[in-house]
């Protein structure tokens, strides 16, 4: 996280040192597996102390198709392809997200030679 930065929306300033840690854990709940946990400290010079917060995921027994809206903010690189992510290069060419990311499958795209 390279400064000037805020903690949150509140607008509080992270220290100008840039030596700002967040450390996340995230694991079900060995009780319910239908829960998943997300615990999320974060260490910074301009708090008082590590702050963590603990937020709480359930899984819903019955899903059902949901459309999820995408950000679409102008000039976003993010392209979702058979449900996978990958980034538009600044050239405008498709480029894996992850290392080891395999190429979508083009069978559908018109591919005209070059």
Not at 19 to 39: C, F, G, H, Q, S
Not at 95 to 105: E, F, N
Request: positive net charge.
């Amino acid at each position: 996280m390279k400064g000037p930065r805020t903690y949150d929306t509140s607008g509080l300033p992270l220290h100008a040192d840039n030596k700002t840690v967040v450390k996340e854990k995230i694991y079900l709940d060995p009780a319910d597996r239908m829960v998943m946990w997300n615990e999320i400290t974060t260490i910074d010079n301009a708090l008082t102390g590590p702050w963590t917060v603990k937020k709480k995921y359930v899984r819903d027994p019955n899903p059902r198709h949901n459309w999820i809206e995408e950000v679409c903010a102008e000039n976003n690189p993010h392209v979702r392809v058979q449900n996978d992510n990958y980034m538009l290069s600044a050239d405008g060419l498709l480029m894996p997200s992850r290392k080891g990311q395999q190429p979508p499958d083009l069978k559908y795209f018109n591919q005209s030679g070059k």
